[in-house]
């Protein structure tokens, strides 16, 4: 076997290599582009098991609304191909043009659009998996209802390569959209925003985004639908908005495109750690003024899904006030049913454990990671 | 069963919550697919959460099998008991635990019907989405166990879209907190495979489900059709106009005739009716809807009409829900079958479904959710002449072959329970089946927790296969594992 990078052309040579690597005692990393490995610990010196070669065709069955897409396909390339019928895959996961799609459901990844398509487990419905024993197994199919067997799709949505690597996965798709238009409103506190995001969710407006920024008090609300829907819903969005205090605008074509894209950018292609603190959407308020009790004593950017309850923060400081702002936004989180998970660590520096795990709960994860991976093979458990 | 155990089991639950008499036992002995009956050893009737983990933990202890019971409603025998076994009857776990209406949960036991959880909160504008026809009377446990659907999942999802956290108690009697009210619990998600496990993997003793604000607009349209392909050939313009309506759904002329012998919904006399609805911001709604009128035109539509107001909707709503039932009115017996099919290829599977009723004299009602391709033929027979009952059973197990030869699935919303089991080997392979198993062993390794269902051949979990072997550079103290 060569020990440099394995690169399998279908699932059962991945299955193979996986055998080869637990009868070697060897560790094994799956990988798509690479844009998420940081998320979790790492498991030191192993081998890479690349994707990129697992990319046959879509099969794209419009009629159905359906498409299995091989796990190393980029999102952006299955996407083109869908949008060929009117159709896509409405995930907007972070570093988006690279992502592939094995890479996006071991991560379970989603962005902004998730406030109304969901994140990946919502909208997988099948998977292919090469198991460390050398087999290969299939779980769901390419019908969108169906509960015949236990559903291992979503067991491995958000399990980082611990179990399986995916090879290939199957989805529900969305029409593509006519027309998209974007609110953007700039409220005078965070907490101003955080308010007016849960006022525009009790409305019978269906944005596919209602994205908070933070300390800039701002609001991105999107709208994807027909034109005269979203024109419609944006007007009274805006009327809304303002009602509440904020001044707004509304845009569309390039200038709309550029403020989503400096919107993932100001997390992603910025400097510092990034952590995902997860709510109830009414603690987005207080969550926010934790981050400005910090006033200027370190850079720090949040956004986030304002009325889902989750929020992506970016600190970037000295290693002690980073830290500070993790202890302190876990405490917030856990005394409100919520959680913080540090996504991207900086370079060189250790994440303190934050160590809030039911026991009962880890066991049966364990259990379940003996069961497929009973030499450790693959990663650690997220 | 062992005395000792059973007065254990009284003592943990209270004697009144212990069923021994077998009277009181026949409640018991079946869910809704009446014809797979057994007698349970013995029935309880927890009142909490703690008296659900006494009574497993007892079952562990005593190495005795158990199976939990929601409201009895479920059609594959997923709450089929065993003789030797324990039935969890969880109807007292029936309170409404905490509403927040600005976050849009609702926290719940599982004995809590469908239904309630929509009627305390209709004042609010909110409701639960997942909406199976037995919606007055199934628990949420139950929906959770079996993943339930609806008429308007193909918009809005299953049960386990619309579950953000559950309380288990595991099959050693151990209660675990997976999920909560908050999204995205770290590590696995388990969540996300104990939706829709039928009760084989842990018991359900809590849930905080997700509410959504009830639509702006909602418009439905009883369209009649000349055949199915017509009707079937409307439903495939409208998805691939880009419109995902909120339901769509069809039935042919001896399940309208049945419906309309039974609850007079007014249906027009042709050989198929569409149900479509759509539902939304009224701008959006209105817009969409004018395509959908287009396109059953041009599809050939003989009638058309639109529900104005909520009392037209439900009269075309209890039509479509009451074709079950119905079906009584126009034949003895009925088998009703649950299968599913690629959308695009409902034409090809209905067209083998009017071939078998030929061959095999046995009249077939069609009734389906025509946007998720999800079948449910209804396979009429008189118990009272020899051998139908197999011979309609038979027909039915033909139909799933067809499910499975066009790319679909065995069972798209009643589960495999102890009726499908045996056909499981038909969709997956032995592979498949196996990792599947894995997880079974993983959270239920002595096969207590409603054993004999799902699978079709029960496995003993053995022992983990080896020790975890360590990485030579771990050995070599270059590495170590997180």
Redesign the interface.
Known sequence: MDTSALEPLDANQTASMLEDA?RR???VVPTGSGTKLGWT??????LCLSTKRLNAPVQH??????ATIPSGTTLASANAILAQA?QWLPLDPSYAAGATIGGIVAA?DSGPRRHKY?SP??LIIGVE?A?CDG?????G????????????S??V???FG???VITSATFKL?????ASRTVVAACARGADAAQLA?TI??Q???PSAVEIQAPSASLLVRFE??E??AD??AATTRALLEQGGASTKMLFGEDEREIWNQHESSIWDSPGLVA?L?????DIASSLEVLNGFGSRMEWTAIGRAA???LLVRVNGAAADEHEVIARLHRHAAAR???L?VLRRTPGREVPSLGD??P??????D??K???D???VLP??? | MNAGFLDKLATAVGPGALLRDPAELITYESDALVHLRATPGAVVLPASAAEVQAVVRLCHEHHVPFVARGSGTGLSGGALPLPEGVLIALSRLNRILDVDIPNLRVTVEPGVTNLEITRRVAPSGCYYAPDPSSQQVCSIGGNIAENSGGAHCLKYGFTVHHVLGVEAVLPNGELIQVGGATLDPPGLDLLGVLVGSEGTLAIVTKATVRLLRRPEAVLTMLAGFPSIDAAGEAVSAIISNGIVPAAVEMMDRLTIRAAEAAVHPNFPDTDAVLIVELDGPRVEVDELFSIVERVCEQCGALTTEVARDQGQRERIWKGRKAAFAAMGRVSPSYYVQDGVVPRTKLPEVLRRIRDLERRSGLPIGNVFHAGDGNLHPLICYDESIAGQAEHAEAVAAEILQYCIDAGGAITGEHGVGADKKAYMPKMFGEHDLDAMQRLRCAFDPDGLCNPGKVFPTPRLCGEVPGPYRQHPLERAGIAERF
Do not use: H, I, W
């Open positions: 637990g005692s060897l560790s610990s790492s498991a030191g010196e192993a069955f419009a009629g159905d609304l359906v009117g379970n969901g487990r919502d998996l198991l087999r290969v197994a299939r779980a199919g390419r019908v969108v209802k169906n509960v015949a067997g236990y559903d291992l979503r067991l949505c958000g399990s611990s179990l399986a969305a029409p593509l959209p006519a849960l969710a009790s019978p407006v269906t639908t027909t005269q829907a419609q819903m995902k997860v709510v109830l959407p009414t889902l309850g989750v049913k919520g959680t998970v795990d039911d009962n709960v880890r066991r049966v994860m259990a379940v003996a069961r497929f009973p030499n450790g650690a458990l997220p």
